[in-house]
């Protein structure tokens, strides 16, 4: 039981540090530490976030033989600004797709928002309630960014959707889901927040306090020790660490304090931008692609969202 199959689908529109540099008055060398990709993608003309999300989910169910009405529950997990106020994109992807005895429902936790759904998810898998659940994770980030305000720490918001099989089948098991621990300090909650501009959600940014970069190291590496803990693992047995690109010295240095070499892990700092809580399944995907990762790999996914929320998942190769 766990994690069936996954997919990504990802926009039609691209964005350059030069437009941005134009955009923002920011130097395009001071961007490249926020931009080291020169572009990154962002939804085209028309496009949805909620759309790319049932991109990847109708790839993930063409290659998967499951009947829609197998399918008891389906989560849309995001930032919550859907792009449509007081509106279900849940229930918008499960009418698409044919999914008509589900329970669709959000779950809005920003960029941890992606595996906190899958454990949901796969709770309720392994619990009985459901034999397959469905999690899509899309954001439309790259469209609540001011680059007037001079947020340079956000210019990497970009676009991207994924969608996540989870099923009570072993034998149709990929990734056995093995625990999770989130951790929730609510002393950053106003670090950032949205407003309305001009009809328009923007993130602002509140007083700036000092601290959050260790807030970050700390609650990754007290979350992982965590876990390991529950799983009776230790980070020597772990294969792969995958984290959220928001910032890539937080990622590195994450690494360091567990004292794990950067081979075990995925930078994709210059593919793209912050594709929110896609980016460790980007990351996943690349692994398999490459063929770096075999049955019984343990992978440690490591997220994080406004609020601030920090996350950790262990997931295991079958």
């Known amino acids: 039981m766990g994690i069936a199959d996954y997919a990504l689908a990802m926009p039609g529109g691209k964005r350059s540090v030069d437009e941005v540099a134009r955009a923002s008055g920011v130097d395009p060398g001071k961007l490249e530490r926020v931009l080291p990709s020169g572009k990154f993608s962002v939804l085209a003309e028309g496009e949805t976030s909620w ?3 049932r991109a990847a989910a109708a790839r993930l169910l063409e290659r998967n033989p499951v009947r829609p009405e197998e399918i008891g529950l389906v989560l849309y997990a995001g930032s919550s600004e859907w792009g449509t106020p007081f509106w279900s994109p849940a229930a ?21 928002a992606g595996m906190v759904a899958v454990k949901l998810a796969d709770d309720q898998v392994r619990a009985g309630t459901h034999e397959y ?10 469209e609540l960014v001011e680059y007037g305000t ?27 889901v093995l625990g999770a621990a989130h951790h929730t300090d609510p002393r950053w909650v106003d670090a950032y927040y949205g407003q309305l501009k001009d009809g328009e959600v923007k ?3 509140g007083d700036k306090l000092d601290g959050l970069g260790e807030a970050f190291l700390d609650n990754f590496t007290t979350l992982t020790h965590r876990v390991l803990k529950d799983i009776g693992r230790q980070v020597a047995d772990v294969a792969y660490f995958l984290v959220t ?3 890539q010295e937080t990622h590195r240095d994450y690494l360091a304090a567990l004292g794990v070499d950067a081979s075990r892990s995925v930078f994709q700092y210059g593919l793209d931008g912050h594709l929110g809580g896609a980016d460790p399944l980007a990351a996943l995907e690349e692994l398999e692609r490459d063929g770096r990762i075999g049955s019984g790999d343990l992978v440690i996914v490591a997220t994080a969202g406004s609020g601030f929320t920090w996350g950790v998942t262990a997931l295991r190769r079958t």
Do not use: M, W
Request: hydrophobic share 45%; net charge negative; with cysteine.
């Open 51 to 53: 759309g790319l999300g």
């Open 92 to 112: 918008k992807i499960a009418q698409e797709l044919g999914i008509t005895d589900a329970h669709c429902y959000e779950v809005s936790n920003f960029c941890n």
């Open 133 to 142: 659940a469905l999690v899509v994770v899309a954001d439309r980030l790259s």
């Open 150 to 176: 001079g947020y340079v720490e956000l210019f990497n918001f970009a676009d991207g959707a994924a969608a996540v099989l989870l099923t009570a089948d072993p034998a149709h098991t990929a990734y056995d």
């Open 203 to 205: 993130v602002e940014r």
């Open 245 to 247: 690109h928001g910032n």
